[in-house]
Nanobody, 123 residues
Framework: QVQLVESGGGLVQAGGSLRLSCAAS????????INWFRQAPGKGREFVAA????????YYADSVKGRFTISRTSAKNTVYLQMNSLKPEDTGVYYC????????????????WGQGTQVTVSA
């Protein structure tokens, strides 16, 4: 099993910044990296960004490119999502997810999920 715990969400004004963290533990060697998804009220889960454990290859949704940066620690057990220039449409519950693949856009690809952290961006 793999355990994922998100933290760092909160309320911020448009144009502000937040940094989310995803701490991974357990059988992380069974996963290839960490993915961030978000879910706005009444909508499905949307891919945001991902990073592989090995090469540190990164992936971003077009909607966040140039504003969000994903990174991982050298110990490869924590992943950060630095979110700058936040917009009201970035509001939602942010989840980290892991599985055998990394960077795939469908939430169905991932077996392990955290509990989520709320991000609210006010206009």
């Amino acid at each position: 099993q793999v355990q994922l715990v998100e933290s760092g969400g909160g309320l911020v004004q448009a144009g502000g910044s937040l940094r989310l963290s995803c701490a991974a533990s357990g059988r992380t060697l069974s996963t290839s990296g960490i993915n961030w998804f978000r879910q706005a009220p009444g909508k499905g889960r949307e891919f945001v960004a991902a990073v592989t454990w090995g090469a540190g290859t990164t992936y971003y949704a077009d909607s966040v490119k140039g504003r969000f940066t994903i990174s991982r620690t050298s110990a490869k057990n924590t992943v950060y999502l630095q979110m700058n220039s936040l917009k009201p449409e970035d509001t939602g519950v942010y989840y980290c997810a892991a599985g055998a693949v990394t960077g795939g856009r469908s939430s169905s690809l991932y077996r392990y999920w955290g509990q989520g952290t709320q991000v609210t961006v006010s206009a």
